[in-house]
């Protein structure tokens, strides 16, 4: 059984820093894109930053300059560095990994639960 699990959301002041944490556990053979999505009320959930095993990274871009991606491999974990944030960031934000559990098996999209982020003076 495969888990994502997110941590470091919270309320923030506009042009504060938050650091969001994902880590992915159990049974993995290999985890293949990570990434981030957000999903404001009333509107659908989009695309924040993704990144590769390999390190490649891909960013709305309106996010690019304040969002950085990294991911821990040894660790499976990835991260989002938000800085310089707006109230239209606020939005529940979601953990996405595509993961193979053994050889013998295709890869599946998995998620985390959602960490809330929350922007306000």
């Known amino acids: 059984q495969v888990q994502l699990v997110e941590s470091g959301g919270g309320l923030v002041q506009p042009g504060g820093s938050l650091r969001l944490s994902c880590a992915a556990s159990g049974s993995i053979f290999s985890i293949d894109v990570m990434g981030w999505y957000r999903q404001a009320p009333g509107k659908e959930r989009e695309l924040v930053a993704r990144?590769?095993?390999?390190?490649?990274?891909n960013y709305v871009d309106s996010e690019k300059g304040r969002f950085t991606i990294s991911r821990d491999n040894a660790k499976n974990t990835v991260y989002l560095q938000m800085n310089s944030l707006k109230p239209e960031d606020t939005a529940i934000y979601y953990c996405?990994?595509?993961?193979?559990?053994?050889?013998?098996?295709?890869?599946?999209?998995?998620w985390g639960q959602g960490t809330q982020v929350t922007v306000s003076s």
């Open positions: 996405n990994a595509v993961i193979q559990v053994d050889t013998t098996t295709r890869r599946y999209s998995y």
């Open positions: 990144i590769t095993s390999g390190g490649i990274t």
